[in-house]
Structures are given as structure tokens and as C-alpha cells.
């Protein structure tokens, strides 16, 4: 059996084998190999039979109620540290037509305040004050020294 591997003293059948296959061997393995082929086309001409699962829980159930008029609030906060940080902001809103402000403290020592009103339809309308002088002190500035590479010392 030339050509052909023993196993356990029988016959090895593989389709991958040598020149001496015989016809029976290799016509098994065509067929083999189209029924793979038809099994796989037809199993993907069905749609997939997965369905999610059903929820363990009911759903939620919400109350729709319209809201009873237009929107009412009033609203503010600020910030004060002893690190300068001073900032805040304040509206209050009644339907349609809010009114509000807001100010922070610039790093050039001012206090910038921005007051707007937004009436109905008109859009936002802002006016912008500043409160204070800017401070530009003096640069105190030095930079620092460079850099000198070190002389190497041969010891």
C-alpha cells in the first residue's frame, strides 16, 4: 500500500491523502463536502428564529399630565473664596418672561455684570457693566537662570 499511512494496522481514510486515493474515497468526500455546501445555503435563506426575551418586569407606567400654566422659578448662587474667586448668577423666570444676572471678578481686578431680560418673543437682551479699575502691576519678573552644562573633570 504505497503511498497510503497505517494506523493501528488499518487503513488510514483521509481525503487529503496521497497519489494512490482511491476513487471510491475521493467521491465520498465531494459528496460530503456539496451536502455541507446545500446545508449551509439553505439554513441561510431562513430568517434567524431569535426573538428577544420577554421583560420579567412590568413596564412603567406614567402619569401624562399637562403642566397648569406657564413656568414659575426663581433661582441664585455665588462663589466667594479667599482665593478671589468671586462669581454668581440670580434668575427668576414667570411664563414667558425671565430676568436675571450674572457677574465675575477678572483677573485685571474689575467686576464684570451682565443683567438681561428675556421678554416673550424679543430674544435676550443683555446690558454689561463693569465696576472697578483695571490693576496692572508691575511685572516682577525675572527669568530664571539658564542652564550651564557642567565641565566634565577627568580625575
Known amino acids: 500500500m504505497a503511498g497510503q499511512r497505517l494506523y ?3 487503513e ?3 481525503c487529503h491523502q496521497t497519489r494512490s486515493t482511491s ?3 475521493t467521491m465520498l ?3 460530503v463536502f456539496v451536502a455541507l455546501v446545500v446545508v449551509a445555503a439553505v439554513g441561510a435563506d431562513r430568517p434567524s428564529s431569535y426573538r428577544p426575551p420577554r421583560p420579567s418586569y412590568r413596564p412603567p407606567t406614567y402619569r401624562t399630565q399637562d403642566p397648569v400654566g406657564p413656568a414659575e422659578y426663581d433661582f441664585n448662587w455665588a462663589v466667594n473664596d479667599h482665593e478671589g474667586n468671586d462669581f454668581g448668577h440670580n434668575e427668576a423666570g414667570n411664563g414667558y418672561n425671565t ?3 450674572y457677574y465675575v471678578q477678572l483677573p485685571d481686578g474689575r467686576l464684570q455684570k451682565v443683567t438681561y431680560t428675556v ?3 424679543s430674544g435676550y437682551l443683555a446690558q454689561v457693566e463693569y465696576q472697578g479699575e483695571a ?3 508691575q511685572q516682577s519678573y525675572k527669568p530664571a537662570p ?4 557642567p565641565r566634565p573633570s577627568y580625575q
Not at 146 to 149: E, G, I, V
Request: charged residues 25%.
Open 8 to 10: 493501528n494496522g488499518e
Open 12 to 14: 488510514n481514510i483521509s
Open 23 to 25: 476513487p471510491n474515497i
Open 29 to 31: 468526500c465531494k459528496i
Open 99 to 101: 430676568e436675571g444676572s
Open 119 to 121: 421678554n416673550d418673543d
Open 135 to 137: 490693576q496692572y502691576p
Open 146 to 149: 539658564s542652564y550651564q552644562r
